[in-house]
């Protein structure tokens, strides 16, 4: 049976998903979270969070919070939901607008874009979920906070997300200067705990954790369907009930202007779509009209490319030893070299760093490693779809592989297999490597503070 057909199989015999209910326990320290789920006649969830509290603050709003903690649970529930499908969604305990609901299902289909696609499942957004509420409107009043500005010699509160890679690690690095900074991890890891530790901000970091139920692995496990969720919606909707619990103003992401291109050529297909402008506009838009915190979501980075971000992240050689982007060695704290990500981050990194010192990173030269060929196609476009990972975008790949051509080629050093390669079989054209480290993109959300931390980085860089 095709997994389009056994879509459509699960879609007739399980009809709908219930999001049951949600509780929460607030306390001086943490608040706890407990979500539940139904597909209907196949199983039940109930997936937990747990956010601690690091700093004290006074007069919390308990209607806010339950917006938030509700709102959480919406874009959890699709991890749960895809597993069969169901093409109507109930919600028992809240109701939401029709806004709302179309704001979530252009999330949802938008996020799942992936998913569909590698399933091999087409499916119309128009027919793929209907949203029902069995609540009346709670008649909560939204109050309309102003952006958060910066004034005199007052530090903004900022709260960075660490992930383990490069991009939190550019924040964090220019940032510290310039803001009262926190850092912000879900499910810490060994290089998600050796960045803040090398940064000197672990006392100055909230842990949250994340518990997925054990009846989706169990179904994964039997056949249901599985595939990719937009995981960065969870940590925006997670990140503002940190920052509101915790005092903070800002949640400053690190994702790029590559972000916004499709993994699929010319179609809607993004495996980084929940970290696209788009997503991260659209959130703010929701945050402010339907939850009201007054923490303030944008991406710190967003004007800046891959490979300004790497140009960047090549000064701050004492992280060099501890970040890891390999979502495949992740658990092991490694690089695993065999994978898109690795490849991508060594391609990125390569007009920067010495061969000697990608050797001390990598533990091995990527570029003589002839099995990475197809993935070495996808990433430089002579393949039209990218790799599912989170990957900068066709052209500066090109960019970044035609200046470290050049560089071998300064050093007289001979084209390992992958460089070759590209040189007698590329078909796309010629980019210009300055454009992508001297660029500033329009599309973002920075005020003029911030902007000009971007700014001076990128003169200092220019500089030296």
């Known amino acids: 049976m095709s997994r389009q057909d056994f879509y459509k199989k699960c879609r007739e015999e399980y009809p709908t998903f219930t999001y049951q209910g949600y509780s929460y326990e607030l306390t001086e320290s943490e608040i706890s979270m407990v979500f539940d789920f139904s597909i209907d006649g196949l199983s039940e969830f109930h997936p937990t969070w747990k956010i ?73 957004f128009d027919e793929f979920m209907t949203i029902k509420c069995e609540s009346k409107p709670s008649g909560r009043v939204i109050e309309n906070h102003s952006s958060p500005s910066v004034f005199g010699d007052n530090k903004p509160k900022v709260m960075v997300p660490v992930g383990g890679g490069k991009d939190s690690v550019v924040s964090i690095e220019l940032l510290k200067n310039n803001a009262d900074i926190y850092c912000y991890v879900i499910n810490s890891r060994g290089a998600t705990d050796s960045t803040v530790q090398v940064a000197e901000l672990t006392e100055r970091t909230i842990y949250a954790k994340r518990t997925l139920d054990k009846n989706m692995l169990d179904l994964n496990a039997k056949g249901f369907l599985n ?37 699929v050529l010319d179609s809607y297909v993004n495996h980084q779509y929940s970290k696209s402008f788009e997503f991260e506009a659209d959130f703010r838009n929701y945050e402010k009209k ?34 890891k982007s390999c979502n495949v060695g ?45 993935d070495f196609d996808k990433l430089c476009g002579i393949l039209p779809e990218k790799p599912f990972e989170c990957v ?46 001297s660029q500033f993109a329009s599309e973002h959300a920075l005020d003029e503070y911030f902007e000009n931390i971007i700014k001076d980085a990128l003169a200092n860089e220019g500089n030296n």
């Not at 909707?237 to 916004?260: C, Q």
Request: charged share 20%; proline share 4%.
């Open 290 to 323: 339907f939850i009201g915190s007054g923490v303030y979501y944008f991406s710190f980075l967003r004007p800046l490319s891959e490979l300004q971000i790497a140009m960047l992240f090549s000064r701050f050689k004492k992280y060099h030893g501890i970040f």
């Open 392 to 437: 900068g975008s066709r052209d500066e790949v090109n960019a970044a592989i035609t200046e470290t051509i050049s560089k071998y080629a300064d050093l007289q050093i001979p084209l390992p297999t992958l460089l070759a390669h590209y040189q007698d079989e590329a078909v796309v054209p010629t980019i210009d490597f300055k454009k992508y480290v």
């Open 52 to 124: 601690p509290r690091i700093n004290t603050i006074a007069n919390v709003d308990e209607a806010l919070i339950d917006d938030m903690v509700f709102s959480l649970g919406m874009v959890e529930l699709v991890s749960y939901w895809k597993i069969a499908c169901p093409p109507t969604v109930i919600i028992k305990k809240k109701s939401i607008s029709a806004d709302q609901a179309s704001w979530w299902k252009k999330l949802y289909f938008n996020g799942l874009g992936e998913f569909y696609y590698t399933n091999g499942i087409d499916e119309d």
């Open 227 to 263: 595939g990719h969720t937009p995981f960065s919606a969870l940590v925006a909707f997670s990140s503002i009930i940190a920052g509101y619990l915790n005092g903070l103003s800002y949640v400053a992401l690190s994702n790029e202007s590559s972000a916004n291109e499709s993994t």
């Open 330 to 374: 992740s658990k092991q704290d490694i690089w695993c070299g065999h994978c898109p990500k690795c490849l991508f981050v060594y391609i990125i990194l390569s007009p920067f760093l010495s061969i000697e010192e990608l050797d001390t990173i990598f533990g091995k030269r990527l570029f003589e490693d002839e099995t990475m060929m197809v």
